[in-house]
T-cell receptor, first 111, second 110 residues
Framework: ETGVTQSPTHLIKTRGQQVTLRCSSQ?????VSWYQQALGQGPQFIFQ???????GRGNFPPRFSGLQFPNYSSELNVNALELDDSALYLC??????????FGPGTRLTVL | KQEVTQIPAALSVPEGENLVLNCSFT??????LQWFRQDPGKGLTSLLL?????REQTSGRLNASLDKSSGRSTLYIAASQPGDSATYLC?????????FGAGTTVTVRA
């Protein structure tokens, strides 16, 4: 059974740029959730995708958007990057409302 | 809105001492509560998951209790080891999302 994987591991961008982060779900899972973890804080829920549809969204602006593909992998897109977007981005997969399993994260630095 | 608080923010103990980590939450209408471990710069490793109908879960040296009515959970780690040094996060599930505390950073001194 393959676990949750994320790419890239690290990323450096400048303010105003756009970024795409990727997540591959654990085998058999149909739901992906994305979280943002700033330094020294707990993860904050961004949104969740279930069967290619957004199933719920946290308190993040529209420049944070996502996609889920037919194979249940997912992308997180962030437009017009700001310095405060620097964080660890975590993806979690699950079988709908069952236990969420987390990937290793992508460290985004915005300069 | 669910608020999750973890106290203390940091803890330093000598090897062999038992650890007690606390988590409180404001909305008791939860599906479950989960404890995670996070090493510096890494992702989350699930330690224990307690369903809302359960009072506790145990795995090896770890024991977690849940008092849903009072909005509290406690993670006990017996006979701590230097390898237990990490940040421990508590998360509660309402509907589809997890709400996390800020974590307790544990240092176990050899």
């Amino acid at each position: 059974e393959t676990g949750v994987t994320q790419s890239p591991t690290h990323l450096i961008k400048t303010r105003g740029q756009q970024v795409t982060l990727r997540c591959s779900s654990q085998s058999g899972h149909n739901t992906v959730s994305w979280y943002q973890q700033a330094l020294g804080q707990g993860p904050q829920f961004i949104f969740q995708y279930y069967r290619e549809e957004e199933n719920g969204r946290g308190n993040f602006p529209p420049r944070f958007s996502g996609l889920q593909f037919p194979n249940y992998s997912s992308e997180l897109n962030v437009n017009a990057l700001e310095l405060d977007d620097s964080a660890l981005y975590l993806c979690a997969s699950s079988l709908f409302e069952d236990t969420q399993y987390f990937g290793p994260g992508t460290r985004l630095t915005v300069l | 809105k669910q608020e999750v608080t973890q106290i203390p923010a940091a803890l330093s103990v000598p090897e062999g001492e038992n650890l007690v980590l606390n988590c409180s939450f404001t909305d008791s209408a939860i599906y479950n509560l989960q404890w995670f471990r996070q090493d510096p710069g890494k992702g989350l490793t699930s330690l224990l998951l307690i369903q809302s109908s359960q009072r506790e879960q145990t795995s090896g040296r770890l024991n977690a209790s849940l008092d849903k009515s009072s909005g509290r959970s406690t993670l006990y780690i017996a006979a701590s080891q230097p390898g237990d040094s990490a940040t421990y996060l508590c998360a509660v599930r309402n509907d589809y999302k997890l709400s996390f505390g800020a974590g307790t950073t544990v240092t176990v001194r050899a």
